[in-house]
């Protein structure tokens, strides 16, 4: 079953970035499902929110979970 999540969400290159509710879908044969209490956000998802890195949008943000 899937799982609603919130997610920082850049929708726009160097647009602000919003909050989203999302949907994970169930993890696949060797994966988990872990529940993030708290996201890091560095230099490399400003990168990504200007376009520096990957032009194609949305991007996720967020790679330093806790």
Known sequence: MPHSVKAVVA???GQPVSIKTIE?????PGEV????KACGVCHTDLHYRE???NDEFPFL???EAA
Do not use: R, T
């Not at 994970?24 to 696949?28: A, Y």
């Not at 499902?33 to 993030?36: E, G, N, Q, S, T």
């Open 11 to 13: 929708l726009a290159k």
């Open 24 to 28: 994970v879908p169930d993890p696949g």
């Open 33 to 36: 499902l872990i529940d993030v």
């Open 51 to 53: 376009g520096a890195i």
């Open 61 to 63: 943000l967020g790679h």
